[in-house]
């Protein structure tokens, strides 16, 4: 990567002003009676320019082993998230309200294009932000960490077995089937809930594993992760995701399913939102910090295994050539 100063302010301002004209635009529709699709709206000014933007700036700085670590961590979490989604939305986790803003009618199957495009973008967002506010030379912890390691490790556990707790309390849970013809609703204080189906609490232990997994690998990458950006991208991102998840479930674009959750919430979040979202920003950027620290040692060995070859020929040498010779790296 080349070395050049972080540029913060800049695309700060930037997203800053997307959202102001985005907010503007609403009122205005709004004051017109027009019914347009939001959500999409939202995705493709607030999530997907910004990921463009980010993309293009990436692919010309990564090196090899980077792009490799950067293209094998969005493969990994994109097939994760169109999973995740398929179950989630199959068990209700939530669901969607077109009171406020209609969806854009566009669907893959029974789920709207807008929920495909939502997670690989707010999943991908934080490497690409990562990677821009990276530079050579970055300090790392090395040694200091090794401690902080051990208790990381020891928090995936604690993680692991609260995830189990909440199984049990979801399998002894009275039985009682899903209705799909509940729907979401407005409550007496303009809230927008749902709550449909046994409780099961499936997006708590999603959270929980997402805790044991981001924990686990902030373990193995502690002594070599680039701390300084990892925290510029969670204090930058977490509030903006934070705004995006406010939004959309203030108008219903995505509903929780109460029964899927603890039952916290603070107006329409659900405490497992604020989780969601650090889980968000750490997790992607350490698979990406992980990968990446693996194909860099393998290239370094490589590149070693290249410079140390002994140069074969074909004539006679004397016994113990090959044992003492001194080799010449490649010119």
């Known amino acids: 990567m080349t070395q050049r100063p972080v540029n913060l302010l800049g695309p700060v301002l930037a997203m800053s002003a997307l959202v102001l004209v985005m907010v503007v635009a609403r009122f205005g529709a709004s004051a017109l009676g027009l019914r347009v699709p939001w959500y999409l709206v939202h995705e493709v000014t607030l999530m997907a320019l910004p990921a463009g933007w980010l993309l293009v700036r990436a692919l010309r700085r990564l090196d090899e082993s980077n792009r490799t670590a950067f293209v094998v961590t969005t493969m990994l979490f994109v097939s994760a998230s169109a999973i995740a989604e398929l179950l989630a939305i199959q068990a209700r986790y939530w669901w969607f309200y077109e009171g406020n803003d209609p969806l854009s009618g566009l669907d893959l199957g029974a789920i709207p294009l807008e929920e495909f495009l939502s997670y690989p973008l707010l999943l991908g967002i934080p490497v690409l932000w990562f ?16 401690k902080a390691a051990s208790w990381l490790r020891r928090g995936a556990l604690v993680a692991l077995g609260a995830a189990a707790l909440f199984v049990g309390l979801a399998i002894v849970a009275p039985s009682q089937p899903l209705d799909p013809a509940v729907l979401p609703f407005v409550d007496a204080s303009g809230a927008v809930r749902y709550s449909a189906g046994p409780k099961q609490y499936g997006w708590t232990i999603v959270q929980l594993l997402g805790w044991a997994g981001t924990l686990a690998l902030g373990a193995a990458v502690a002594p070599r992760v680039r701390w300084r950006p990892l925290l510029m991208v969670v204090a930058t991102y977490f509030p903006y995701a934070l705004f995006v998840e406010l939004l959309a479930c203030g108008r219903g674009w995505w ?11 603070a107006w329409v979040l659900p405490i497992e939102s604020f989780s969601m979202y650090l889980t968000g920003a750490l997790m992607p950027v350490l698979c990406f910090e992980w990968l990446r620290t693996l194909w860099v040692a393998r290239r370094q060995h490589e590149l070693s295994a290249t410079l140390v070859a002994p140069r074969l020929d074909s004539s006679p040498q004397p016994v113990g050539y090959l044992a003492h010779r001194v080799v010449e790296p490649p010119h």
């Open 255 to 265: 509903v929780w399913n109460s029964q899927q959750t603890i039952g916290w919430f």
């Open 131 to 146: 990677v821009e506010l990276s530079r050579e030379g970055e300090p790392v912890l090395g040694e200091r960490a090794l």
